[in-house]
């Protein structure tokens, strides 16, 4: 009864720290996707493919890098503030969409890859037309994982100030009141829920129907499955 | 057309071909053919540039493709690939009309390509919609011909695009193959390991072996003085057979000994014209000249009277079929003469086997 409450009582500043917390997440998040895929175009162009390896498996090892050492390490270097936090979870939130997506375009298909070049595609053509649309499902399974990503690691930004949804949490756990505390999370909860699902219908509208039929996952991304299940353990 | 002149080509110290010499016809189909790892494909892929040489040169109607930009020179060269590489993310219709939207044609002139392409390839229209992995790999394999002749080249550049059907289709999809080429003529240069295949196709062979070119000629010259030990190993012991393999079924096709009737007509009615013509066999066509069934006439032990024997599934050879596919289904079927269909399933004459014969006698050479 105290949670509903206390919701209730303080549902403007709830309100306004979600306005905080969305802000924090949309701006990680734009900046997370242009930075990832300019870098993930980058090492996979051809003749960089050593570079684009160890880079994966760079990433892939980043992954278990805990978002608390990111931001702590920001604190130390940056200082405090919103600008420091979302910094460090744009940071953060890099790896998987510059992992996915350099996986996701290093498992097309090399046929389809010559058959393009043998029919006079440009290499912009190729990348474009070709290698990121057949990559897109994977390039937004790491869109996604980043989104959630930020949205949780946001309110641990705010022990550098980064402020939003955090500072909740972080008050409830001094003063020892749950229902503060209980507030902030699942506030986090539902917004991280949602998100998920708004991505996953964009992702239904922009990934071709031709990706979608059930044998192509096998065949376009057959590394994948090991990718994401190294992923779901290290995370 | 396309000329290969002291073409050497290494990697590292491998020499993958060396010093070819090869002038290639226009509106002719060259066959590479060798065992794997012996440079075809590397040959092959010199044409359009996916490969650079190292020495010689390749001419295309004079002009060294080295003088022409390789995006530019691969969009008037159609490329077939063995796993095809169809986009998987795209429809039929948009993987056929990548390179005319690449040359900016009107979507008009594209629809209307398309249709036409599918035409030739005989795909229903309502492959158009269809994504790749719905299809199957014959159907796939046309599609991959569509797209590489969307844009009108001159030359078409097939490496293995066979190799991985299951022998059944792939000798259908090389019986409508030669179709198509008759129909479109490009200059075809085709990659393959299947001396069948080769003998079936070919207008002339090259033979590689070790990135040296062994022996190249007309079908015929090869078949009947292979230059080495190397090419007669490569031809098999029955050379003679195989030579039958030259002979396409539409050069003996004949229109005498038999009537045509309509499918409606009734047998009473059939017997009656083919006893008044003078003949054992009518075949029944449907108003699209679709060959529907067969009418045999007998005669009964003893009795002076006629039988009529109607089969509704009669054996049947496509016009491409080569005289050696069309011996071997005549002994299947156990009979002296079937009826010949054309791509379309049209009727278009009977082969026999005594004319087949004929033919053998004329070519044996040893």
């Known amino acids: ?26 701006v990680s998040l734009t900046f997370s996707i242009i930075i990832g895929i300019t870098i993930s175009i980058f090492i996979t162009q051809e ?6 390896r160890i880079i994966l498996s760079v990433m892939g090892a ?68 070709v290698k990121i649309p057949i990559a897109l499902p994977v390039i937004m399974g790491g869109i996604r994982s980043s989104a959630t990503i930020i949205i949780g690691s946001a309110t641990v930004a705010a022990v550098i100030g980064g402020g939003g949804l955090g500072d909740f949490i972080f008050i409830g756990l001094k003063l020892q009141k749950p229902e503060i505390l209980i507030s902030g999370a699942l506030t986090v909860s539902l917004l991280a829920i949602i998100v998920d699902y708004i991505i996953s219908i964009i992702e239904k509208k922009i990934v071709s129907k031709g990706l ?8 376009y991304h057959e590394k994948l499955h090991k990718y994401n299940y190294d992923f779901c353990i290290n995370f | 057309m396309i000329e290969l002149a002291e073409v050497t080509k290494t990697f590292g110290n491998k020499v993958a071909v060396n010093n070819i010499n090869l002038n290639i016809k226009k509106g002719s189909i060259t066959i590479l053919i060798g065992p794997s790892g012996c440079g075809k494909t590397t040959i092959l892929r010199m044409i359009n540039r996916l490969t650079p040489y190292d020495k010689g040169d390749i001419l295309i109607n004079g002009t060294s493709i080295n003088n022409i930009d390789p995006v530019e020179l691969r969009r008037n060269i159609g490329y077939v690939i063995q796993e095809i590489g169809l986009f998987p993310h795209l429809t039929v219709f948009e993987n056929i009309a990548i390179v005319p939207r690449l040359l900016k044609w009107e979507q008009k002139k594209i629809e209307k390509r398309v249709k036409e392409l599918l035409d030739l390839v005989t795909l229903d229209h309502s492959f158009a919609q269809k994504y790749p992995l719905q299809l199957s790999g014959g159907e796939k394999q046309r599609v991959g011909i569509a797209r590489a002749l969307a844009a009108e080249p001159e030359i078409l550049l097939m490496d293995e695009p066979f190799g991985a059907i299951d022998p059944i289709n792939r000798l259908k999809l090389q019986d409508s193959f030669l179709e198509i080429q008759e129909e479109i003529e490009k200059t075809v240069v085709f990659v393959t390991h299947d001396i069948n295949e ?18 190249y000629d007309e079908v015929v010259k090869i078949l009947n003085k292979p230059v080495n030990e190397f090419v007669e190993n490569l031809l098999g012991k029955d050379r003679n057979l195989k030579a039958l393999s030259l002979k396409k079924t539409k050069d003996l ?18 017997k009656e014209k083919m006893i008044k013509k003078d003949v054992f066999i009518a075949f029944a066509l449907n108003e699209n000249d679709h060959l529907k069934g067969r009418f045999l006439l007998e005669k009964e032990q003893g009795i002076e009277k006629l039988r009529l024997i109607y ?28 009826p010949v269909v054309d791509r379309r399933k049209k009727f278009v004459g009977v082969i ?6 004929e033919e053998f006698k004329k070519n044996k050479t040893f």
Do not use: C
Request: without cysteine; glycine residues 8%.
């Open chain 1, 212 to 219: 979608k039929i059930k044998k192509s996952r096998r065949i």
């Open chain 1, 1 to 26: 009864m105290n949670i509903i409450s206390y919701y209730f009582n303080n549902f403007g500043k709830i309100m306004f720290a979600l306005e905080t917390h969305i802000f924090i997440f949309l």
């Open chain 2, 253 to 270: 096709i004949t229109k005498d000994g038999f009537i045509t009737v309509s499918n409606i007509e009734s047998h009473e009615k059939v």
């Open chain 2, 311 to 338: 089969n509704s599934a009669p054996w049947i050879i496509e016009r491409q079929n080569n005289l050696n596919e069309a011996l071997s289904k005549m002994l299947e079927a156990g009979e002296k003469e079937l």
């Open chain 1, 62 to 129: 980043a992954q278990s890098v805990p978002s608390l050492v990111i931001i702590a390490l920001t604190f130390i270097f940056i200082g405090i503030g919103i600008k420091p936090a979302i910094f460090a979870l744009i940071v953060y939130s890099l790896v998987p969409i510059i992992f996915n997506t350099t996986s996701g375009i290093f498992s097309v298909n090399q046929d389809v890859i010559e058959a393009g070049k043998g029919m006079g595609l440009t290499q912009n053509q190729l990348l474009w037309k």
């Open chain 2, 352 to 357: 026999k086997l005594s004319n087949i014969f």
């Open chain 2, 198 to 215: 080769a003998i079936k196709l070919g207008n002339k062979i090259a033979i590689v072996n070790n990135g040296n070119l062994v022996q």
């Open chain 1, 47 to 52: 003749g960089k493919k050593k570079i684009g």
